[in-house]
Protein backbone atom coordinates (compact mmCIF):
# COMPACT_ATOMS: atom_id res chain seq x y z
CA UNK A 1 0.00 0.00 0.00
CA UNK A 2 1.00 3.70 -0.51
CA UNK A 3 3.01 4.98 2.74
CA UNK A 4 5.14 7.98 3.08
CA UNK A 5 7.30 8.24 6.47
CA UNK A 6 8.51 11.56 6.85
CA UNK A 7 11.90 12.17 9.80
CA UNK A 8 11.07 13.25 13.18
CA UNK A 9 10.51 16.05 15.16
CA UNK A 10 12.83 19.20 14.90
CA UNK A 11 13.21 22.39 17.09
CA UNK A 12 15.47 25.00 15.97
CA UNK A 13 16.25 28.06 16.48
CA UNK A 14 15.23 31.26 14.82
CA UNK A 15 17.59 32.07 11.71
CA UNK A 16 18.79 28.36 11.48
CA UNK A 17 17.51 26.29 8.65
CA UNK A 18 15.03 22.55 8.98
CA UNK A 19 15.23 20.15 6.53
CA UNK A 20 12.30 17.65 6.96
CA UNK A 21 11.95 14.43 4.86
CA UNK A 22 9.63 11.87 2.97
CA UNK A 23 10.44 8.37 2.04
CA UNK A 24 7.62 6.78 0.15
CA UNK A 25 6.67 2.67 -0.75
CA UNK A 26 4.12 0.87 -2.24
CA UNK A 27 4.59 2.63 -5.76
CA UNK A 28 6.72 4.30 -8.32
CA UNK A 29 8.23 7.18 -6.64
CA UNK A 30 9.21 8.98 -9.72
CA UNK A 31 5.34 8.58 -10.99
CA UNK A 32 3.75 11.60 -9.01
CA UNK A 33 4.88 14.45 -7.54
CA UNK A 34 5.22 15.11 -4.13
CA UNK A 35 3.64 18.30 -2.62
CA UNK A 36 4.42 19.88 1.61
CA UNK A 37 1.89 21.23 2.89
CA UNK A 38 2.11 22.62 6.88
CA UNK A 39 -0.31 23.60 9.57
CA UNK A 40 0.45 26.57 11.95
CA UNK A 41 -0.83 25.83 15.53
CA UNK A 42 -4.45 26.40 15.32
CA UNK A 43 -4.12 27.52 11.54
CA UNK A 44 -5.85 25.39 9.30
CA UNK A 45 -3.86 24.10 5.84
CA UNK A 46 -1.56 26.08 3.95
CA UNK A 47 0.50 24.71 0.95
CA UNK A 48 4.20 25.32 0.53
CA UNK A 49 5.27 23.62 -2.83
CA UNK A 50 5.94 20.75 -5.25
CA UNK A 51 8.14 18.70 -6.74
CA UNK A 52 8.26 16.40 -9.72
CA UNK A 53 10.28 13.50 -8.54
CA UNK A 54 11.55 12.39 -11.87
CA UNK A 55 12.94 15.47 -12.93
CA UNK A 56 13.49 17.53 -10.10
CA UNK A 57 10.91 20.64 -11.43
CA UNK A 58 9.75 22.45 -8.14
CA UNK A 59 7.28 25.14 -8.07
CA UNK A 60 6.79 26.80 -4.60
CA UNK A 61 4.24 29.17 -3.40
CA UNK A 62 5.17 32.94 -3.22
CA UNK A 63 5.49 33.36 0.28
CA UNK A 64 8.11 30.78 0.60
CA UNK A 65 10.50 31.84 -2.75
CA UNK A 66 14.01 32.00 -1.83
CA UNK A 67 13.70 30.25 1.70
CA UNK A 68 12.65 26.72 0.29
CA UNK A 69 14.30 24.25 -1.70
CA UNK A 70 12.90 21.04 -2.14
CA UNK A 71 15.43 17.62 -3.42
CA UNK A 72 14.94 14.42 -3.88
CA UNK A 73 17.16 10.87 -4.06
CA UNK A 74 15.45 8.50 -6.04
CA UNK A 75 17.21 5.75 -4.78
CA UNK A 76 15.92 5.67 -1.97
CA UNK A 77 13.08 7.30 -3.01
CA UNK A 78 13.05 10.20 -0.41
CA UNK A 79 11.99 13.42 -0.84
CA UNK A 80 12.92 16.51 1.28
CA UNK A 81 12.01 19.98 1.91
CA UNK A 82 14.68 22.76 3.36
CA UNK A 83 13.32 25.62 4.42
CA UNK A 84 15.45 28.14 5.63
CA UNK A 85 15.62 31.51 7.66
CA UNK A 86 13.39 30.27 10.43
CA UNK A 87 10.94 32.48 12.34
CA UNK A 88 8.66 31.40 15.54
CA UNK A 89 5.64 31.93 12.35
CA UNK A 90 7.31 29.04 10.38
CA UNK A 91 6.44 26.71 13.62
CA UNK A 92 3.85 24.18 12.41
CA UNK A 93 2.98 20.51 11.58
CA UNK A 94 4.63 19.73 7.80
CA UNK A 95 3.10 17.15 5.91
CA UNK A 96 4.06 15.32 2.55
CA UNK A 97 1.68 14.91 0.19
CA UNK A 98 1.35 12.64 -2.66
CA UNK A 99 -0.46 14.18 -6.13
CA UNK A 100 -2.47 12.33 -8.17
CA UNK A 101 -3.23 13.85 -11.94
CA UNK A 102 -5.00 12.74 -14.08
CA UNK A 103 -3.86 12.30 -17.54
CA UNK A 104 -3.88 15.64 -18.96
CA UNK A 105 -4.42 18.01 -15.69
CA UNK A 106 -1.66 20.38 -14.64
CA UNK A 107 -2.71 19.69 -10.95
CA UNK A 108 -3.86 17.24 -9.22
CA UNK A 109 -5.50 16.02 -5.47
CA UNK A 110 -3.16 14.70 -2.93
CA UNK A 111 -4.73 11.02 -2.02
CA UNK A 112 -1.65 10.25 0.43
CA UNK A 113 -0.39 12.12 3.07
CA UNK A 114 2.82 11.59 5.15
CA UNK A 115 2.04 11.29 9.29
CA UNK A 116 3.79 14.72 9.36
CA UNK A 117 6.79 16.75 10.83
CA UNK A 118 6.63 18.96 13.97
CA UNK A 119 9.23 21.81 13.48
CA UNK A 120 9.44 24.24 16.46
CA UNK A 121 11.44 27.00 15.88
CA UNK A 122 12.11 28.72 19.43
CA UNK A 123 15.02 30.21 21.05
CA UNK B 1 -5.27 33.42 -6.63
CA UNK B 2 -8.28 31.51 -5.91
CA UNK B 3 -9.96 32.49 -2.55
CA UNK B 4 -11.62 29.54 -0.94
CA UNK B 5 -14.09 30.40 1.76
CA UNK B 6 -16.09 27.92 3.73
CA UNK B 7 -18.70 27.95 5.79
CA UNK B 8 -20.09 27.78 9.00
CA UNK B 9 -16.65 28.18 10.49
CA UNK B 10 -18.43 25.58 13.13
CA UNK B 11 -20.77 23.10 12.60
CA UNK B 12 -22.43 21.47 15.95
CA UNK B 13 -24.74 18.48 15.56
CA UNK B 14 -26.05 15.47 16.89
CA UNK B 15 -25.30 11.71 15.55
CA UNK B 16 -27.27 10.66 12.80
CA UNK B 17 -28.16 14.41 11.80
CA UNK B 18 -26.87 15.77 8.75
CA UNK B 19 -24.22 17.92 8.14
CA UNK B 20 -23.75 20.12 5.15
CA UNK B 21 -20.81 22.38 4.59
CA UNK B 22 -19.57 24.69 1.86
CA UNK B 23 -17.19 26.01 -0.30
CA UNK B 24 -17.22 29.50 -2.67
CA UNK B 25 -14.45 30.07 -4.27
CA UNK B 26 -13.83 33.52 -5.63
CA UNK B 27 -13.43 32.60 -9.24
CA UNK B 28 -15.05 29.80 -10.94
CA UNK B 29 -13.21 26.60 -10.36
CA UNK B 30 -12.09 24.92 -13.68
CA UNK B 31 -13.35 21.50 -14.47
CA UNK B 32 -14.73 21.26 -11.38
CA UNK B 33 -11.25 20.79 -10.04
CA UNK B 34 -12.06 20.47 -6.13
CA UNK B 35 -11.24 18.53 -3.39
CA UNK B 36 -12.77 17.94 0.22
CA UNK B 37 -10.07 16.32 2.90
CA UNK B 38 -11.00 15.54 6.81
CA UNK B 39 -8.28 16.28 8.86
CA UNK B 40 -9.03 14.29 12.60
CA UNK B 41 -7.02 15.81 15.56
CA UNK B 42 -3.16 14.46 15.49
CA UNK B 43 -3.81 12.24 12.21
CA UNK B 44 -2.90 13.33 8.54
CA UNK B 45 -5.49 14.53 6.54
CA UNK B 46 -7.37 12.21 4.65
CA UNK B 47 -8.55 12.37 1.01
CA UNK B 48 -13.23 12.64 0.86
CA UNK B 49 -13.71 13.89 -2.54
CA UNK B 50 -12.19 14.93 -5.39
CA UNK B 51 -13.62 16.11 -8.69
CA UNK B 52 -15.78 18.16 -6.67
CA UNK B 53 -17.96 14.20 -6.25
CA UNK B 54 -16.10 11.45 -6.44
CA UNK B 55 -15.58 9.65 -3.19
CA UNK B 56 -11.81 8.37 -2.67
CA UNK B 57 -11.59 4.94 -2.65
CA UNK B 58 -12.69 3.58 1.15
CA UNK B 59 -14.62 6.31 1.67
CA UNK B 60 -18.12 6.05 2.83
CA UNK B 61 -21.11 6.56 0.90
CA UNK B 62 -22.81 8.90 3.84
CA UNK B 63 -19.72 11.60 1.93
CA UNK B 64 -20.76 13.27 -0.72
CA UNK B 65 -19.53 16.25 -2.76
CA UNK B 66 -21.91 18.52 -4.89
CA UNK B 67 -21.15 21.44 -6.61
CA UNK B 68 -19.32 23.12 -10.26
CA UNK B 69 -18.16 26.60 -10.50
CA UNK B 70 -17.91 28.73 -7.84
CA UNK B 71 -20.24 26.88 -5.07
CA UNK B 72 -19.79 23.48 -3.42
CA UNK B 73 -20.74 21.50 -0.74
CA UNK B 74 -19.86 18.19 1.21
CA UNK B 75 -22.54 16.45 2.59
CA UNK B 76 -22.43 14.08 6.13
CA UNK B 77 -25.57 12.65 5.48
CA UNK B 78 -25.81 10.48 9.42
CA UNK B 79 -23.48 12.02 11.14
CA UNK B 80 -21.45 9.65 13.58
CA UNK B 81 -19.43 10.13 16.25
CA UNK B 82 -16.01 9.44 14.52
CA UNK B 83 -17.04 12.43 11.92
CA UNK B 84 -15.51 14.97 14.70
CA UNK B 85 -13.04 16.59 12.46
CA UNK B 86 -12.15 19.92 10.33
CA UNK B 87 -12.86 19.69 6.64
CA UNK B 88 -11.20 21.46 4.11
CA UNK B 89 -11.69 22.16 0.77
CA UNK B 90 -8.97 22.46 -1.70
CA UNK B 91 -9.00 23.95 -5.65
CA UNK B 92 -6.47 21.99 -8.09
CA UNK B 93 -7.85 23.91 -10.90
CA UNK B 94 -5.53 26.58 -11.23
CA UNK B 95 -1.78 27.50 -9.61
CA UNK B 96 -1.28 28.29 -6.63
CA UNK B 97 -3.54 25.39 -5.54
CA UNK B 98 -5.69 27.06 -2.43
CA UNK B 99 -7.55 25.02 0.63
CA UNK B 100 -10.17 26.75 2.19
CA UNK B 101 -9.86 27.84 6.06
CA UNK B 102 -11.96 24.78 7.40
CA UNK B 103 -15.24 23.87 8.92
CA UNK B 104 -14.45 22.39 12.39
CA UNK B 105 -17.33 19.55 13.03
CA UNK B 106 -18.27 19.24 16.20
CA UNK B 107 -20.57 16.18 17.77
CA UNK B 108 -23.17 17.00 20.70
Known amino acids: QVQLVQSGAEVKEPGASVKVSCKAS????????INWVRQAPGQGLEWVGW????????GYAEKFQGRVTMTRYTSIRTAHMELSSLTSEDTAMYYC????????????????WGPGTLVTVSS | EIVLTQSPGTLSLSPGERATLSCRAS???????LAWYQHKPGQAPRLLIH???TRATGIPDRFSGSGSGTDFTLTISRLEPEDLAVYYCQQYGAAPRTFGQGTKVEIK
Open chain 1, 97 to 112: AREFRITGARLGWFDA
Open chain 1, 51 to 58: MNPDTGKT
Open chain 2, 27 to 33: QSVRSSY
Open chain 2, 51 to 53: GAS
Open chain 1, 26 to 33: GYTFTNYN
